[in-house]
């Protein structure tokens, strides 16, 4: 146990950034269970160190543990987290939950949730693919889950460049657009050269190191979730990672993809059954986003009408010879907009294809159509009419309906 003690010390030693991430204050910290879901490499260890930071106190009473270091190959969590109470633990933040070495990660978490609920506060983070076995020990009932984003635009300027903008709420941005590209042009008068600096490397935090190797560091991350993560997350199902990677190219180098299940099946080598379960990994692991088209209802759960890449960041990384301008928009539009759907709710929003136009936000209350494109979009494909968008690769523009496409990387 010193020796996690140790590492935990020398963890909070290689904290890079006091920056705090808005998730840090939606999260219920006094819970007896909550977890943190995310892609690798967004900055998930960064929040849980970040919290031991706030909690200020010695390593006996608040620990940070890694379920992929070697001790938790050969040791059980629950056992673990017994001793730590022994000798007054309090606050245990578990980091790669789907690393762990035994496949009961959720059944002892369930456990420690039932009897030391009252004494012991665990918050832990792990694929977002782990949602899949959530269920197996109930602890949906149980757990506090978040969502945790890549960086957003507007966090990737004040991470990267020092400039502090403020977040915006979507009913902000489609009320008065003009005024708020007004003020923030006041303090980022030219902020198209920024977004596309965003669109190669600012989604995910690796910049913070340097960003020479940016795109082979982030290559390397989607190779461990296909060859790692999906398989530790997937409680043993047989997943072949050389057919996932094959899978996630074909994806990439045509996004974006309107799937074409048997000619996709003939080129991967993957069976139609197979495929939509990859495709269904590959959207959990967040390296994906499926869309249906807003008429298909329950039939919507077989195959995904369009797949795009999770982020801008992906395209650059993949397959950047097959980078284009257009598709860079739509990915970025689509990947902010996402953020918005984690919401919690009884009906979250949810985003569509709609018969004409690129996207469509529904909630209970409105359904919002999107058009994306340059700087010269206009109205005529889905023409102008109340909760009708053009969002224009532009800085500015007057009309009420015409929104700058960068102003949407201030949502979160």
Known sequence: MEQLFLRSQSALKELKTNYRRSLMADIQWDDPLVFILGPRGIGKTTLLLQRLTELDLPPTEALYIDLGDLYFQANHLIDFAEAFLEQGGRYLLIDEVHRYGFETWASELKQLYDLYRSRLKIVVTGSSVVHILTRQADLSRRALSYQMAGLSFREYLMLKHGIDIPAITLPQLLADHRSISREVTEILPSPLPLLKEYWKEGYYPFFLNGTTSYSDRLANSVQTVLEHDVPYATGGAVVDARKLGRLMYAIASSVPFLPDMNKLSARTGISRVTLLRYLGLLQSARLITSLRRESRGIAALSKPDKLY????????????????????????????????????????????????????????????LFEVGGPKKNFSQIGEAPDHYVVADTTFTEHPGRIPLWLFGLLY
């Open 309 to 368: 890449l999770d982020n801008p960041n992906l395209l650059h990384a993949l397959a950047p010879q097959q980078v284009n301008i257009g598709t860079l928009r739509e990915t970025f539009f689509l990947s902010q907009l996402t953020q918005l759907t984690y919401g919690k709710g009884l009906v979250p929003p949810e985003i569509r294809l709609p018969k004409s136009g690129d996207f469509v936000f529904s909630t209970p209350e409105q359904r919002l």
